[in-house]
């Protein structure tokens, strides 16, 4: 068979865009990108053709088809916002998102002005907790596109989560002008009114959103917020059964994915190393290479470790208004360690017997990881504030021994009533909190883990509690300032301020932002009835930390 003139393609390929553009006129997008993959699958390479394509792909959540159409698009037009746009989305879609990052920055570099690019951009950046970024990209498409309603609505719903309730209501007012059914503005609206204490006009705009068909994560929300309604009307029954509904909703939705045959939960994983660390020889244990030092070096290397809502935030925020302080929020930069040694016998028994050089890589991952998200711990103290790093003490222990551990600890009814009352990102761990049985036994696993852990590694720890921080907020902050090796500052009395400009990812967000108040402690009292069948797990834990 001969060649194909140029001229013949051409005319094929226009043939082509003249079907899909007709479809797209007379029968819509769906029935045009069908089309427009029919083209592709002849061989037909046009950028807007494989764009669409790549969009229907995405539509049937094959993703890395998607990524691959694209691609191929933009090798074709490397300068269109509309398919870097689109790459971006599949990207985020395949969980790639530092990829998808640059696809979003290429395409806003062409096209400053798309409001969209910017919302999928913040979509994205909220979506990894980096809550300052996906302000500012939600901010700049609002800018954009006065009238487009889904950037007005994150940005309410960050208002609300960050506890800036007047400017949550400001933006979901207007989003709601826009479009009165928006639900993510309306969720913003009651959980404004909510920290107002407007309980009426709360009560009002859940019980029309309790209506309506939602996702599961958003029943989920409502099903949150109104059992925050009914704790505020003093309902602590109603309450608790509303939250019991609203994780039931997560669980059902994330079942398949954490409780996979043959997959080992966050509760086994911890008994696993409580009872393979609890029988380990402690020789090996006892010490640890240190790393030689570097110029790049923070001058002070601090884990914040405890459990979910045991007050990690709240220190956090104390000590980062330090100007001497840098720290990192919940990104778990020892992943990669983690999986390599904690996941199996034989990686623990290579952690034990670890090499200089393999150390030396693995700290370099971790280094590298912090960058990643914008921190320069260079000279200054480093404060990796994790919960859940608890686990990972060995870890710690071997990679960096001269660092240092600050303990959260708060009384561990409020912590597991506040655990299984507030809603986290999902991960294996969060997924054990879904129910009150779960939080409670997995406390139970990671504190049995963490009394194993101080009797064997050598790990300078230093404890704050909740309630004394609260009670004796400078006394409590003097010495943890002690253990970090600051000198005291007055700025520490001012974290508030600072905390509510720093976007903070985890649930106790709008509480920080109140500052020092009593309000989370003892709340379990309200709930005892509720909380009697894990009362029994809890109450060794309770006499062991003097909280009886």
């Known amino acids: 068979m001969g060649k194909v003139s140029n001229s013949s393609r051409a005319a094929y390929r226009q043939h082509w865009l003249e079907r899909v553009d007709s479809t ?24 807007g053709l494989l764009n669409l394509a790549g969009l229907a792909r995405y539509d049937e959540r094959r993703f890395e088809e998607a990524v691959q159409l694209l691609k191929r698009a933009r090798t074709l037009a490397p300068s269109d916002h509309n398919i870097l746009n689109s790459l ?11 990829a998808a990052i640059q696809a979003y920055d290429a395409a806003i570099r062409v096209a400053p ?51 800036d309730a007047t400017s949550a209501l400001t933006h979901g007012n207007r989003a709601r002008a826009l479009s009165p059914g928006n639900v993510l503005a309306r969720m913003a ?19 029309g959103l309790s209506r309506e068909a939602l ?32 994780n039931m909703q997560l669980k059902s939705l994330y079942a398949a994915q954490f ?37 790049a070096d923070p001058k002070a290397h601090i884990f914040l470790v405890g459990f979910p809502r045991s007050g990690t935030t709240l220190l956090e925020n104390v000590l980062a208004a330090h100007p001497d302080v840098v720290s990192l929020e919940e990104k778990d930069c020892l992943a990669d360690a983690s999986a390599t040694y904690l996941a199996s016998h034989a990686g623990l028994e290579q952690l034990a017997q670890i090499s200089s050089g393999e150390a030396y890589r693995q700290r370099e991952a971790y280094w590298s ?11 200054r103290v480093f404060i990796d504030k994790f919960p859940l790093s608890t686990v990972q003490l060995p870890l710690i222990a071997k990679l960096f021994p001269d660092a240092r551990v600050l303990f959260a600890r708060r009384d561990p009814r409020d912590v597991v009533l506040s655990c299984f009352r507030r809603r986290f990102g999902m991960n294996p761990s969060m997924y054990e909190l879904l129910t009150l049985d779960g939080a409670a036994a997995y406390y139970d696993a990671v504190m049995r883990l963490a009394e194993v852990y101080c009797a064997l590694l050598p790990l300078p720890e230093h404890e704050v509690r909740y309630e004394c921080l609260v009670d004796d907020f400078e006394g409590t902050a003097r010495k943890a300032c002690e253990f970090l090796g600051l000198e005291w500052n007055d700025q520490l009395t001012d974290f508030a301020t600072k905390a509510r400009t720093r976007g903070i990812s985890t649930p106790s967000a709008a509480q ?24 029994s797990l809890l109450d060794p834990w309770v006499r062991r930390f003097g909280y009886a």
């Open 24 to 47: 797209l006129r007379l029968h819509g997008y769906d029935a045009a990108a069908q089309l427009a993959l029919q083209a592709v699958a002849e061989g037909v390479e046009h950028p």
């Open 88 to 98: 971006g989305m599949s990207l985020a879609a395949l969980g790639r998102p530092d």
């Open 113 to 163: 002005g798309t409001a969209a690019i910017h919302f999928n951009r913040g979509s994205l950046l909220e979506s990894t907790g980096e809550l300052t970024g996906a302000r500012s990209a939600y901010q700049r498409a609002a800018d954009a596109d006065p009238n487009y309603t889904e950037p007005l609505a994150s940005l309410a719903w960050l208002d609300a989560r960050s506890g």
């Open 189 to 207: 609206l009651a959980s404004a009114q909510l920290q107002l204490g407007n309980l009426t006009d709360a009560d009002v705009v859940l019980a």
């Open 215 to 246: 996702s599961p994560v958003n029943q989920s929300i409502v099903l949150s917020l109104t059992g925050d309604l009914r704790d505020a009307e003093q309902r602590p029954a109603d309450a608790f059964a509303a939250y019991a509904a609203a």
């Open 259 to 295: 409780e996979a045959q043959g997959m080992e939960t966050a509760l086994r994983h911890a008994q696993r190393l409580a009872v393979w660390f609890a029988k380990a020889d402690p020789e090996p244990w006892q010490q640890a290479e240190p790393a030689r030092p570097r110029a």
């Open 369 to 379: 990881g912090v960058r990643t998200f914008g921190i320069e711990p260079r000279g």
């Open 512 to 535: 920080v932002a109140r500052g020092l108040n009593r309000e989370g402690m003892g709340s379990w009292r309200r709930y005892q009835e509720q909380m009697e069948p894990v009362l």
